[in-house]
């Protein structure tokens, strides 16, 4: 079974730091490129950050100078490192990628986690 699962959210106080991982677990070659989003209650899913496999990265404005997007080739794995969290911040935040699931395939397959828990106390 081919799942990503993400890690680390939960309460923190406003001006606190949480690291989010995402976990790309089954068969598969390595993850492409990835993305994180956040959804809140009543409002639109939007996108926080985005990184390629080579490593180039992009961010929401909201985002930028806090959070920081990572990977681990290895480890099929990436990370949202968030600093100066904002109680605006709260929201599910989703892992988005593309998998690949052997060297030099033609067609990669976007998965979406579960989504993890963050909310930011004043």
């Known amino acids: 079974q081919v799942q990503l699962v993400e890690s680390g959210g939960g309460l923190v106080q406003a001006g606190g730091s949480l690291r989010l991982s995402c976990a790309a677990s089954?068969?598969?070659?390595?993850?492409?490129?990835m993305g994180w989003y956040r959804q809140a209650p009543g409002k639109q899913r939007e996108l926080v950050a985005t990184?390629?496999?080579?490593?180039?990265?992009t961010y929401a404005d909201f985002a930028k100078g806090r959070f920081t997007i990572s990977r681990d080739n290895a480890k099929n794995t990436g990370y949202l490192q968030m600093n100066s969290l904002k109680p605006e911040d709260t929201a599910v935040y989703l892992c988005?990628?593309?998998?690949?699931?052997?060297?030099?395939?033609?067609?990669?397959?976007?998965?979406w986690g579960q989504g993890t828990q963050v909310t930011v106390s004043s």
């Open positions: 089954g068969n598969i070659f390595s993850i492409n490129a």
């Open positions: 990184i390629t496999s080579g490593g180039s990265t």
């Open positions: 988005n990628a593309l998998l690949e699931f052997y060297a030099g395939a033609p067609t990669k397959y976007e998965y």
